[in-house]
């Protein structure tokens, strides 16, 4: 199964949102700032010419050089000159963030089904001594006594690890100021389906949150794009499951990725 | 932030609210119109609202995609809270459910999208600002204009009321000094010279007159004062009236009366009716120096609410550049000697009609009769 209509449709909506939000105080600095060193520009020869008149400056050219001077409001312009450049820096240091993140999308638009063992899929995923560091993260592989059957399961491991890994980056992020706080990660097989379940003790279900839940490249923090959780939705959803987000009972975030272990939506299994 | 950014500084220049939760999107707009307005920054709806609660603000400018109150609920809350202030959305993604919602319930002045050109944005507050000025502007002209008119009618009201009480306290000592003079004509008979006959014909010719004019005034006033009796009115039965009334008006100037049969019915004051076409149908004999001076009185509908009669006559006509002022009250184009009367009776035709929510017109040339045609609505509207 592959992306829906409304889904691409929020996608790239969210996607010319966010530019364009990158992009206002880059187009709107330049042009003012243009206007700005237009208006000096002519001060500059207005100035000149006075100057260079037989006799001088006069009073009167002084008068008029000083109201021309205050017609460009100069004053305002000085303090924030560094703010408006910094901006102006930042709008395209997004607008580039966002066209980076953007650019892999195209291979979430369709997962490669195949049928596979959970448990060796689980052993591979990567532990918290290389890619997720500075944060423990402790798995609870599937005890016997949960496992009905074998373990194996239809879907795209590839997509499954990337979703996997970005809610524990996500939950590393979350804890990653608080001392002490940890990020547990467990997987339980049933039957039909079979759940990951990542728990932080970060700040819980927080507005931001349900916005990055809703709106792809909706995230309100500069350094973050907004895209993961959008993306560990569309994998839950291809694999015939969902993603819920809960407040734990112990405190913090409850990611829980349900998926069916046939894939609901994969009419013909491939391997 | 949860204070205003004092970006500009002269008061008297239009306050503008920025409400983006990107800070340098709030910073952009301000350094763009710092030469021109004063710019206010929210980052949220509520610190939004709680800087229009403290600021005059002429136009904010809301972003669809907010934290918490999305654009399309705070322009709504907006509206509601400050109706004077001019709303404009802004996005960098038209979303048209968003929208739909701003224009229906925020009733927003207009839509920018993101990344803006800046002359489109001072285009667009300018405009917005000249929309609130013509806006305030409108509304302190409705206010006057509604003053002017209640002190108009109470004028109006007491004008009526004294016009009455005059006519009618004038009555009482003209009939005196029409008994006494005409006392003194019978009483003295021939002991009075020729001149001191003539005297006492003038007083008699002048308290006539006068006692004349009275009576159409009060006519007028009553016009005003008594509240129409609608009802279903055939205008045979109307006719049928003016006829008996003016018969021996007709008889005396061997003149004719031609109405048409079979007149339409509709809802009027039965006496006024009669009153307004006595009016009419004695003008068309009275201005009248043919040999058989006559009136002719036909209906046609006009269309299914409406009705025309015309009264036709033979008379002396009208100029054209008098055609307009004839309605008004005591114009005249005769002397008296001339053709006696007041001037007041087509004012009172022209009431009659206004009040019956219909028209009135003449087509006239000089020496050719006159067709007064007065279109009523069949059923009456208060």
């Known amino acids: 199964m592959s992306l829906t209509g409304p889904e691409l449709d929020a996608l790239l909506g969210g996607l010319v949102h966010a530019l364009a939000n990158a992009q206002t105080p880059l187009a709107t600095n330049l042009s003012s700032l243009r206007r700005d060193v237009a208006g000096l520009v002519a001060l500059v020869e207005a100035w000149t010419a006075a100057a260079q008149r037989p006799g001088g400056l006069t009073a009167a050219d002084l008068a008029a050089l000083q109201a021309q001077r205050e017609a460009l409001y100069l004053e305002p312009l000085g303090p924030t000159l560094d703010g408006l450049m910094s901006d102006m820096g930042e709008g395209l240091r997004r607008s580039q963030t966002l066209l980076r993140a953007a650019r892999p999308l195209g291979r979430w638009w369709a997962p490669a089904g195949i049928v596979f063992d959970l448990a060796e899929w689980w052993s591979r995923l990567p532990t918290a001594g290389a890619p997720w560091p500075g944060v423990e993260v402790s798995f609870s592989p599937p005890a016997e006594a949960s496992v009905v059957g074998e373990t194996r399961v239809f879907g795209d491991p590839a997509h499954l690890t990337e979703a996997v890994s970005q809610l524990v980056r996500n939950a590393q992020r979350a804890t990653a100021e608080r001392a002490g706080a940890g990020v547990q990660v467990a997987l339980t097989v049933e039957v039909d389906a079979w759940h990951v379940r990542v728990t932080d003790q970060g700040p819980g279900k927080t507005p931001a949150l349900i916005t990055a839940l809703a709106v792809p490249f909706g995230a309100a923090a500069a350094d973050r794009v907004g895209i993961g959780l959008t993306l560990v939705q569309w994998v839950a959803r291809t694999h015939g499951g969902c993603l819920t987000l809960n407040d734990a009972a112990t405190g913090g975030l409850e990611a829980c990725l349900s998926l069916s272990r046939g894939g609901a939506s994969w009419s013909e299994p491939r391997s | 932030m949860s204070v205003a950014e004092p970006w500009g500084s002269i008061v008297e220049r239009a306050k503008v609210l920025i409400v983006d939760d990107e800070p340098a999107t709030r910073g952009a707009v301000a350094h763009a119109l710092r030469r021109r307005f004063d710019v206010l920054g929210a980052g949220d709806g509520d610190e939004a609202l709680a800087l229009l609660a403290a600021h005059e603000v002429a136009v904010v400018l809301c972003d669809q995609r907010l934290p918490g109150l999305s654009g399309e609920h705070l322009v709504t809350e ?38 803006w050109n800046e002359d489109e944005l001072e285009r667009t507050i300018d405009s917005a600002v000249a929309w609130r000025r013509l806006r305030q502007e409108n509304a302190r002209i409705g206010r006057e204009l509604e003053a002017s008119n209640e002190r108009l009618t109470r004028l109006n009201a007491e004008l009526r ?17 029409q008994a006494f003079s005409q006392f003194l004509t019978d009483d003295l008979g021939d002991r009075v010279d020729e001149d001191g006959a003539q005297y006492l014909s003038g007083i008699g010719r002048c308290t006539g007159h006068l006692m004349l004019l009275v009576d159409d005034l009060l006519r007028l006033s009553e016009l005003e004062n008594v509240p129409m009796r609608i009802a279903e009115t055939p205008l045979d039965e109307v006719f049928a009236q003016v006829r008996s009334l003016l018969h021996s008006a007709v008889e005396d100037r061997g003149g004719a009366l031609r109405v048409a049969t079979s007149m339409p019915v509709l809802q009027g004051d039965s006496g006024r009716l009669v009153t307004l076409f006595q009016n009419l149908v004695a003008n068309g004999l009275k201005f009248n120096t043919a040999p058989i001076p006559t009136v002719e009185v036909t209906a046609c509908a006009i269309d299914s609410d409406c009705v025309e009669i015309a009264v036709r ?14 309605f008004n009250i ?13 001037g007041a009776g087509l004012a009172i035709v022209r009431k009659i009609v206004e009040a019956h929510r219909g028209s009135v017109h003449v087509d006239s040339a000089e020496g050719e009769g006159a067709v007064f045609r007065v279109r009523l609505p069949l059923r009456h509207t208060a």
Do not use: W
């Open chain 2, 78 to 115: 907006i509206r509601q809270r400050h109706p004077d202030v001019v709303r404009l959305l802004v996005t960098g993604h038209y979303d048209d459910t968003a929208f739909a919602h701003a224009v229906n319930h925020g009733q927003i002045f207009g839509f920018l999208r993101k990344p």
């Open chain 2, 161 to 177: 009321h004294f016009t009455h009480a005059v006519a009618h306290d004038l009555k009482e000592p003209l009939r005196t000094i």
């Open chain 2, 313 to 326: 006559d033979n008379g002396i006509g009208i100029p054209a550049e008098h055609q307009t002022r004839i």
């Open chain 2, 330 to 342: 005591f114009h005249r184009l005769h002397r008296r000697s001339e053709y006696p009367g007041t």
